[in-house]
């Protein structure tokens, strides 16, 4: 069984087909990267998968589970997580508290109007615990207004993480870091153990081909190329796309 | 943190005594009015500060409850069946507006509010029958809970006390909780939390009917205070009072909401005494605000009072 198997996904915003019958077939435990310029329909894509947007037609399966008429809650609870290309965190609130809103947006308690958010000690354990993994438990009492640009991205995997996904959908992780950050981001995403299925958008190919098995190039809504590392980097299609020639 | 709690217990301590240390029934009834309308701006403050919802419709709800005790009593019901039907109603009432309203947010949700509000406001105007149309309905007697008359007016401050201890109880526990945190949550990101798997329109529901219970407690306390309910209680202005009060004095705090509600009881009543143009005073007051501490006097005392503080060590 294929981990997301996505099959002619279609979308268009009036006239301008953003995705045209997009197939796609992940396997568990695979490093997938989807590369392609500006304005391709990558983040399209990704919204499509996660659900904050509806398919004009297509179909999208998780693990044997249609997803395609659910909503973005459900498929959450479905065990698909996603970062964000604009980093959407919760800006008046300190580290801690964003990764425990991730980790509470899967609970019952999440309903709960009576206890104090602060006591509970087991979901304030695994958000610090969320938080170490992305070295950054020292921050936690910290507001994300008073943290760095590369700081939130990490944020952005710890929360993604904090769910413990089957899928982890990451739209342009690299974007933005200094050369340091992206090895420190690189690293964290070597260090997510195989049970994870990830899917990854970047705009740059340099940066993120290493972390990836299988690449799929996609210009202007469609599949272009996909295969493994060698093979797309060899295809003369895709020097065409990136370099115009 | 430590000299903020002193003050908030100091003032609770102030409000439990008040009868005791302020004479005159005049002054005893203006607190009583301050806490009835604090309870009213706690219960709008849910959905205005840690919502994100602001709601112009609100008077409609607390006239819902306000009318409903009256009309039973009038039937010739007890006090408490009339309380209970009176909380049951509103709440009624917010459980259909809420789904009306919530099929938007921002303008949208203003402007929905605002209508649901004025049909309420109509219907207590002409359909007679029930409300008696321009001329409202009175109240003859008030409850007497555990034998205590609350006739008189200390007695219906102290009543007036301590439903309003339990609402801002209510409220601390509620904003400290998951769903409360949840809140906060879909008012900053609604997009984001329902990526993290939450139900944002039932956590924004739920909200709504928390704040229509709060109001409709405010509107019972009215009723009773005033013995007397009328249209006029029901009209925009009295919405746009009640959000003034919260934006005011600080939303999505707790104290906010309260320290704006005796804002505008006071100016109200007892500036009026002495100025005739007592609107004026208060618009004043009103920009004031807006211009020195946008956030709400409370949080804007608070930053104010820290920078004075770095500016004297300093």
Sequence with gaps: ?245 | MIPSRLAVAAALAALATLPLWMSGVFYVNIASQILIYAVFALGLNVLVGYAGLVSLGHAGLFGVAAYGVAYLLAAGFGHGTAIFAGLAVAVLATAVFAALALRATGIGFIMITLALGQILWGLAYRWIGVTNGDNGISVATRPAPFGVSLAGSTAFYDATFVVFLLALAASAVFVRSPFGVSLNGTRDQPRRMNALGYHVWMIRYCACLFSGLLTAIAGILFVYYTEFISPQTLALASSAEVLLMVISGGSGTLLGPIAGAALVVIVKNVASAYIERWNLLLGAIFVAIVIFMPEGFVPGTIRLARLGLRAAKA
């Excluded at chain 1, 979308?11 to 087909?17: A, E, I, T, Y």
């Excluded at chain 1, 980790?103 to 006591?119: Q, V």
């Excluded at chain 1, 936690?140 to 899928?167: D, F």
């Design chain 1, 1 to 245: 069984m294929s981990a997301l198997e996505v099959s002619r996904l279609e979308k268009s915003f009036g006239g301008l087909r953003v995705t045209a019958a997009v197939s796609l077939s992940v396997q568990p435990g695979e490093r997938r990267l989807i590369i392609g310029p500006n304005g391709a329909g990558k983040t399209t894509l990704f919204n499509l998968i996660a659900g904050e947007l509806r398919p004009d037609s297509g179909r999208i399966v998780l693990f044997g589970k249609d997803l395609t008429r659910l909503p973005s809650r459900r498929r959450a609870h479905l065990g698909l997580a996603r970062t964000y290309q604009i980093i959407t965190l919760f800006p008046r609130d300190t580290l801690l508290r964003n990764v425990t809103l991730s980790l509470l947006g899967l609970a019952p308690l999440r309903w709960n109007p009576f206890l104090p958010l602060d006591r509970q000690r087991g979901l304030i354990a695994q958000a610090e615990a969320a938080l170490e993994r992305v070295g950054l438990r020292h921050l936690a009492a910290r507001p994300l207004a008073e943290t760095s640009y590369g700081e939130r991205r990490r944020v952005e995997i710890a929360m993604a993480l904090a769910q413990n996904p089957k899928l982890l959908l990451l739209d342009e992780p690299f974007a933005g870091l200094s050369l340091e950050e992206r090895r420190d981001v690189a690293q964290l995403l070597l260090d997510i153990p195989r049970g994870v299925t990830i899917v990854m958008i970047e705009h740059d190919m340099d940066v993120a081909l290493d972390l990836a098995e299988r690449i799929t190039v996609m210009h202007f809504g469609e599949i272009v190329v996909e295969g493994s590392r060698a093979e797309v980097v060899a295809d003369p299609r895709t020097r065409e796309i990136y370099l115009g020639a």
